[in-house]
């Protein structure tokens, strides 16, 4: 067979005079092709493809691997090749057949080959480089190397642990601050160095008041150590919400006032640990369930009565008589009134004087001697030093009324002396803020829980409780020795 002239020499190209060059076919998308006259020079898909005589789709197959090549339509002006790869279908587009058919070659045969980079796309390509080079420069500068698919794994893990909208970076960093100065700590021993810090402060000094209430200190004492005795061997680090719900739950016969006594001293413990460094900032532990604070059913406030108030005042001698007056016509609390001295009772005319120390918000008050108390107390002008001078302290004073109240077969009426101070106080002048005042307590205190318990003419028999001979005050010894 004779050769065909070369298409791209100058004269052949140029002269137009040879039938060679109306057989050239036109270029596609900048790629030349050498048009030869010679069918057999020119691949059969490729001239068909041209001529429009092609039927697709094309089956392009390297062993078990297959491509499909489409045909161009006037919704898709352009040839597209389909492959699967890694589970997925893959289309890709090209403006000619023949890009199109030398794709689909490539492809098959790297899918053949199991190849798995062909199932990403460009994007997806250079994402990949990019995590490459990034762990590349992790291993560089630490030292650890990961794969990426260790790298990804552990970040979509550690995200789906962290709250919505919670970023990985900035939770590392809060957890690292926290790490560097946590200090492990037994429950059992943290909770015994707690209660050596407070065991002081509970302690009177120099005739000086406590920093904490004796009695609310040996309350917290028990509390802590039940809550100890619930985590045998555990470390703070143990410490969850599961772990205080099953605390509560083993109190579930108490009130809820006594579960939230228990709430509120452990939440103490807890921020405590903080400010050592035993507990994270960040435990959220006190927001558990189990350490909401329980709603309380209100109680009925019960107070003592006129008649009943004269009996005690009239059956009583020296201090406790003292203590019994400034209660129920002063409103004192029992602390406050064991706490007083006769100059706070006599020192400021027409005033007793609450000190900041004395008081229990610790903050001075002044309150009115109404005549009636004014009366019950004048026996006692010449008196120095405490009103309760006893060694016995506050559970003394509730042995010796006790001891005057049963026989006069008067009931156990809780702070009835207080209570009927601001039940009839308020009665008499249906001003709350004025009861707040003398009380030492909150105006909505107040309003909430004594608000129309008794008439304006209950308070004036309450208020004219006096004495109906002039009292003897009986000596301190005396008293005692009874």
């Given at each position: 067979?004779?050769?065909?002239?070369?298409?791209?020499?100058?004269?052949?190209?140029?002269?137009?005079?040879?039938?060679?060059?109306?057989?050239?076919?036109?270029?596609?998308?900048?790629?030349?092709?050498?048009?030869?006259?010679?069918?057999?020079?020119?691949?059969?898909?490729?001239?068909?493809?041209?001529?429009?005589?092609?039927?697709?789709?094309?089956?392009?197959?390297?062993?078990?691997?297959?491509?499909?090549?489409?045909?161009?339509?006037?919704?898709?002006?352009?040839?597209?090749?389909?492959?699967?790869?890694?589970?997925?279908?893959?289309?890709?587009?090209?403006?000619?057949?023949?890009?199109?058919?030398?794709?689909?070659?490539?492809?098959?045969?790297?899918?053949?080959?199991?190849?798995?980079?062909?199932?990403?796309?460009?994007?997806?390509?250079?994402?990949?480089?990019?995590?490459?080079?990034?762990?590349?420069?992790?291993?560089?500068?630490?030292?650890?190397?990961?794969?990426?698919?260790?790298?990804?794994?552990?970040?979509?893990?550690?995200?789906?642990?962290?709250?919505?909208?919670?970023?990985?970076?900035?939770?590392?960093k809060v957890y690292a601050r926290t790490l560097a100065t946590l200090?492990?700590?037994?429950?059992?021993?943290?909770?015994?160095?707690?209660?050596?810090?407070?065991?002081?402060?509970?302690?009177?000094?120099?005739?000086?008041?406590?920093?904490?209430?004796?009695?609310?200190?040996?309350?917290?004492?028990?509390?802590?150590?039940?809550?100890?005795?619930?985590?045998?061997?555990?470390?703070?680090?143990?410490?969850?919400?599961?772990?205080?719900?099953?605390?509560?739950?083993?109190?579930?016969?108490?009130?809820?006032?006594?579960?939230?006594?228990?709430?509120?001293?452990?939440?103490?413990?807890?921020?405590?640990?903080?400010?050592?460094?035993?507990?994270?900032?960040?435990?959220?532990?006190?927001?558990?369930?189990?350490?909401?604070?329980?709603?309380?059913?209100?109680?009925?406030?019960?107070?003592?009565?006129?008649?009943?108030?004269?009996?005690?005042?009239?059956?009583?001698?020296?201090?406790?008589?003292?203590?019994?007056?400034?209660?129920?016509?002063?409103?004192?609390?029992?602390?406050?009134?064991?706490?007083?001295?006769?100059?706070?009772?006599?020192?400021?005319?027409?005033?007793?004087?609450?000190?900041?120390?004395?008081?229990?918000?610790?903050?001075?008050?002044?309150?009115?001697?109404?005549?009636?108390?004014?009366?019950?107390?004048?026996?006692?002008?010449?008196?120095?030093?405490?009103?309760?001078?006893?060694?016995?302290?506050?559970?003394?004073?509730?042995?010796?009324?006790?001891?005057?109240?049963?026989?006069?077969?008067?009931?156990?009426?809780?702070?009835?002396?207080?209570?009927?101070?601001?039940?009839?106080?308020?009665?008499?002048?249906?001003?709350?803020?004025?009861?707040?005042?003398?009380?030492?307590?909150?105006?909505?205190?107040?309003?909430?829980?004594?608000?129309?318990?008794?008439?304006?003419?209950?308070?004036?028999?309450?208020?004219?409780?006096?004495?109906?001979?002039?009292?003897?005050?009986?000596?301190?010894?005396?008293?005692?020795?009874?």
């Open positions: 067979m004779a050769d065909t002239p070369d298409l791209g020499s100058g004269p052949a190209r140029g002269g137009g005079s040879s039938p060679l060059s109306r057989t050239n076919f036109a270029e596609e998308n900048d790629e030349l092709y050498i048009s030869r006259t010679d069918s057999a020079q020119i691949p059969g898909d490729l001239g068909n493809a041209r001529s429009g005589k092609m039927r697709f789709p094309v089956k392009v197959r390297h062993r078990k691997a297959e491509a499909t090549i489409y045909g161009k339509t006037a919704a898709y002006p352009f040839y597209r090749i389909s492959y699967s790869a890694a589970g997925k279908r893959h289309v890709r587009s090209f403006s000619t057949y023949a890009e199109a058919k030398a794709e689909a070659d490539a492809k098959v045969r790297e899918v053949a080959n199991g190849s798995q980079s062909i199932a990403l796309t460009a994007k997806e390509a250079t994402a990949a480089l990019s995590i490459r080079d990034a762990l590349d420069a992790f291993r560089r500068e630490t030292g650890r190397s990961f794969t990426p698919l260790e790298a990804v794994a552990g970040f979509l893990d550690a995200m789906k642990q962290l709250p919505h909208g919670c970023g990985l970076t900035e939770s590392v200090k492990p700590k037994l429950i059992s021993d943290a909770i015994e160095e707690f209660l050596a810090v407070r065991r002081p402060k509970s302690v009177a000094a120099d005739g000086k008041r406590s920093q904490l209430s004796p009695c609310y200190a040996a309350h917290v004492e028990s509390w802590m150590r039940e809550f100890t005795a619930t985590f045998p061997g555990h470390h703070l680090s143990d410490l969850n919400r599961d772990f205080l719900a099953r605390y509560m739950s083993a109190h579930t016969a108490l009130s809820p006032k006594s579960r939230n006594d228990r709430r509120a001293a452990v939440a103490m413990f807890l921020r405590w640990c903080v400010r050592q460094d035993y507990l994270s900032p960040a435990h959220r532990l006190i927001e558990s369930d189990a350490m909401q604070k329980e709603q309380l059913d209100p109680a009925a406030t019960d107070f003592y009565r006129p008649t009943e108030f004269r009996a005690l005042l009239e059956a009583a001698e020296g201090p406790v008589r003292a203590v019994i007056a400034l209660q129920g016509l002063a409103g004192l609390r029992l602390e406050e009134a064991l706490r007083l001295t006769w100059a706070n009772v006599f020192g400021i005319p027409g005033h007793v004087e609450i000190t900041a120390q004395n008081a229990k918000t610790r903050r001075r008050r002044l309150i009115d001697i109404c005549p009636a108390l004014a009366k019950w107390l004048e026996p006692f002008r010449a008196m120095e030093g405490k009103v309760w001078n006893q060694p016995t302290g506050v559970n003394g004073y509730v042995r010796a009324f006790v001891r005057l109240r049963e026989p006069l077969k008067i009931p156990s009426r809780r702070n009835g002396l207080r209570h009927a101070f601001c039940t009839y106080h308020f009665a008499a002048h249906s001003n709350e803020n004025l009861t707040a005042a003398q009380a030492g307590n909150s105006p909505a205190m107040i309003h909430a829980h004594y608000k129309g318990l008794a008439t304006k003419a209950e308070a004036e028999k309450w208020f004219a409780v006096t004495p109906a001979q002039a009292a003897n005050v009986i000596p301190l010894a005396t008293a005692a020795a009874k």
